[in-house]
């Protein structure tokens, strides 16, 4: 899939994007206790995890 958006256009102002994805429970009630935990919602919790998971990429 083809990112959207202008690609020419900084990343600092493009708006954040949407994405549904289908876990596992087991990962879903981990990440329910840890976003708990933490006092942040599932999502925030969500996308930081992915955004780490990509920055240790490079």
């Known amino acids: 899939m083809a990112p959207s958006g202008n690609p020419n256009q900084p990343a600092r102002f ?4 949407r994405l549904t994805v289908t876990l596992a429970h087991a990962v879903y009630e981990r ?3 840890r976003s708990s935990s933490e006092g942040r ?3 925030n919790l969500a996308a930081y995890l992915i955004e780490e998971s990509l920055a240790r990429e490079k």
């Open 14 to 17: 493009k708006s954040p994007q």
């Open 31 to 33: 990440l329910v206790l």
């Open 41 to 43: 919602s599932i999502s």
